[in-house]
């Protein structure tokens, strides 16, 4: 059965970071590109960040670029996403995705707020 648990998220302060992880079971983790999109309230999820199987391909939203960095393990199928400079605009639920299966996780709530 296939399984995505993405976890650390929580309520920061503005210019705070988080680190959320998302562990894969069920599927072959090391062939897929690994995938984290947001969904702000109200509105439609968004990318924010992927990686290729490699490592060496990573890619970002717009929004995050130069703030968020992604990294994989493939021993441990885990794939993270480290947020800093966080901004209240980055509310919402974080949700991991196997990109080569479209396989998601339930998601992780983070909050940006004083």
């Known amino acids: 059965q296939v399984h995505l648990v993405e976890s650390g998220g929580g309520l920061v302060q503005p210019g705070g970071s988080l680190r959320l992880s998302c562990v894969a079971s069920?599927?072959?983790?090391?062939?897929?590109?690994m995938n984290w999109y947001q969904q702000a309230p109200g509105k439609e999820r968004k990318f924010v960040a992927s990686?290729?199987?490699?490592?060496?391909?990573?890619y970002f939203g717009e929004d995050v670029k130069g703030r968020f960095t992604i990294s994989r393990d493939n021993a441990k199928n885990a794939v993270y996403l480290q947020m800093h400079m966080l901004k209240p605009e980055d509310t919402g639920v974080y949700f991991c995705?196997?990109?080569?299966?479209?396989?998601w996780g339930q998601g992780t709530q983070v909050i940006v707020s004083s």
């Open positions: 069920g599927f072959n983790f090391n062939i897929s590109g």
């Open positions: 995705n196997a990109g080569r299966f479209d396989y």
């Open positions: 990686i290729n199987v490699d490592t060496f391909g990573k």
